[in-house]
């Protein structure tokens, strides 16, 4: 079985994310290039694995197996972080980490995470500003790993620093009550799945808090594994101060419903899917999944919530 996150519950000013779009696509585009350094070197220019700078180590190492392409090994030295490196000054590591991944595994499951918080901090913080902070914390998860094993001479890589961060600063902007929108798909006799809504906090306290306290606890017990926890820590305190700076700012475009729960504010006139509905002329289906909208799906006299399960948006109507 598996959770797929879909998405939030909040209304967004823009459906598309375009920042989101070009970070999935440098990392996309950084990992086929790892693929190919490492098909490439099969199979001749292997190394060892245990030479592979103790590749093993606390870090989010590459997969090495008993050999590795050597041409793969410096290309990971080079660009990944290298806590030791980083402490003689070489800080270029510090910024491309974050664009490099173990394997597929670790880049779908970090893409995934990006894509289900980007469009609504984009939108809420605007596009310039997003990026400066998805790679402001970054570098401080880079950073905190790196100073936690300065002597350290494995090369970390990976974005979920910079994805903590992005979990940190949308618990802080939007709270824990937020539902996030999750397909959840078993197999018991067949393949099943269906939709439910986790809030936020929960999600984000199964996803970042419990697996790395249960790995620092392994960790102290000798149990060590390839990923750098203190980087996930770093990333996500260093999303939630900043966000603390701007929580002001990003309130005033979100208001609280009926139910609670903060949605932003009415789309203006022409900017989104539910422009052209008003108080006098009351939509009739959801502009999104175009599911009946009965009257007890009214909220307030400018607020619609829709009935479909697998949507629940809230639609706003212009004044």
């Known amino acids: 079985m598996f959770l797929l996150p879909l998405g939030d519950d909040i209304e967004k000013r823009s459906s598309f994310p375009v920042l989101g779009t070009i970070l999935v696509a440098v990392n996309l585009l950084a990992y086929l290039y790892e693929w190919r350094v490492w098909t490439d070197g099969q199979p001749r220019h292997m190394v060892q694995a245990q030479t592979l700078d103790q590749m093993h180590g606390l870090a989010e190492a590459p997969p090495t197996g008993d050999i590795v392409p050597k041409e793969y090994v410096r290309l990971i030295n080079r660009w990944g972080l290298v806590p030791s490196d980083l402490m003689k000054g070489k800080v270029i590591g510090l910024f491309t980490h974050m664009f490099l991944h173990a394997d597929l595994e670790h880049l779908i499951g970090n893409l995934l995470m990006l894509w289900l918080f980007v469009t609504t901090l984009e939108d809420a913080l605007g596009a310039a500003r997003f990026l ?19 002597g350290s001479t494995t ?48 999600y984000i306290f199964l996803w970042i808090v419990v697996p790395n306290i249960m790995g620092m606890i392994l960790a102290d017990a000798g149990y060590a594994a390839p990923v750098a926890w203190f980087a996930h820590i770093g990333g996500f305190a260093a999303g939630a101060g900043t966000m603390l700076l701007f929580s002001d700012e990003v309130k005033e475009r979100l208001e609280f419903n009926r139910e609670g729960m903060l949605q932003f504010k009415a789309i203006p006139a022409g900017a989104g899917a539910a422009a052209d509905l008003s108080a006098d002329n009351p939509p009739r289906s959801c502009p999104h999944c175009h599911a009946q909208l009965p009257d007890e799906c009214r909220i307030t006299d400018t607020m619609y919530r829709c009935a479909n399960g697998d949507c629940k948006r809230l639609i706003y109507l212009v004044d």
């Open 132 to 150: 400066g902070f998805y790679l402001l914390w970054g570098l401080a998860g880079g950073a905190a790993h790196a100073l936690m094993n300065s």
């Open 155 to 202: 090369p970390m890589i990976g974005a979920s620093g910079a994805i903590s961060g992005m979990a940190g600063a949308y618990i802080v902007a939007f709270g824990a009550l937020t539902n996030i929108r999750t397909l959840f798909v078993y197999w018991f006799m067949g393949l099943h799945h269906f939709t439910m809504h986790i809030p936020a906090g929960l």
